[in-house]
T-cell receptor, first 115, second 114 residues
Framework: GAGVSQSPSNKVTEKGKDVELRCDPI?????LYWYRQSLGQGLEFLIY????????KSGLPSDRFSAERTGGSVSTLTIQRTQQEDSAVYLC?????????????FGDGTRLSIL | AQSVSQHNHHVILSEAASLELGCNYS??????LFWYVQYPGQHLQLLLK??????LVKGIKGFEAEFIKSKFSFNLRKPSVQWSDTAEYFC????????????FGTGTRLQVTL
């Protein structure tokens, strides 16, 4: 596709449920990033993939959060036993490579609301 | 730890006014710097970037930013704003030469009135 695609665009779920968020990066982009944007906050880094490997997971807030990437393409961010503080917009970005001078291209995000 | 600060949280300007949004970063080494814009209901878009060379960089839609190394700043400017510039603006930085995440500021909401 032309841009980074994320699904679903909105997700409302009950506290305690598991959720999966999907990201389809731009074709050919080897680096993929997950960020979280909470109300009144900037973008908070979660995890970064180069190919299928995750060299930096330092931003994952707890062991309830995990992510994987398969085929060097699609990535899934999973949140288990969701809590209300997990409510946020989850953004995915991809770049041609992980080189620092490559800009990241963002998707529209998934707005997650935990009731 | 690396950090990015945007001190203007909400800016209201009339059309044709000049704009300057502040961005300061905290990092000991060399950095790549970015400004992203998020228009209402849209995804983040790259406005401009600085890697090296001329410290004055020009981006899309008439925006420019100046990298001042001695001040650790990368302020965004536009001589004359338009109503369509109403958006949220994010400054971001990452260390040069590393495969690392972007560190973002908390954003500045710009509201341009007619």
């Amino acid at each position: 596709g032309a841009g980074v695609s994320q699904s679903p665009s909105n997700k409302v779920t009950e506290k305690g449920k598991d959720v999966e968020l999907r990201c389809d990066p731009i074709s050919g982009h080897t680096a993929l990033y997950w960020y979280r944007q909470s109300l009144g906050q900037g973008l908070e880094f979660l995890i970064y993939f180069q190919g299928n490997s995750a060299p930096d997971k330092s931003g994952l807030p707890s062991d309830r959060f995990s992510a994987e990437r398969t085929g060097g393409s699609v990535s899934t961010l999973t949140i288990q036993r969701t809590q209300q503080e997990d409510s946020a917009v989850y953004l995915c970005a991809s770049s041609r490579s992980s080189s620092s001078n490559q800009p990241q291209h963002f998707g529209d995000g998934t707005r997650l609301s935990i009731l | 730890a690396q950090s990015v600060s945007q001190h203007n949280h909400h800016v209201i300007l009339s059309e044709a006014a000049s704009l300057e949004l502040g961005c300061n970063y905290s990092y000991g080494g060399t950095v790549n710097l970015f400004w992203y814009v998020q228009y209402p209901g849209q995804h983040l878009q790259l406005l401009l970037k600085y890697f090296s060379g001329d410290p004055l960089v020009k981006g899309i839609k008439g925006f420019e930013a100046e990298f001042i190394k001695s001040k650790f700043s990368f302020n965004l400017r536009k001589p004359s704003v338009q109503w369509s510039d109403t958006a949220e603006y994010f400054c971001a930085a990452r260390p040069t030469g590393t495969a690392s995440k972007l560190t973002f500021g908390t954003g500045t909401r710009l509201q341009v009135t007619l």
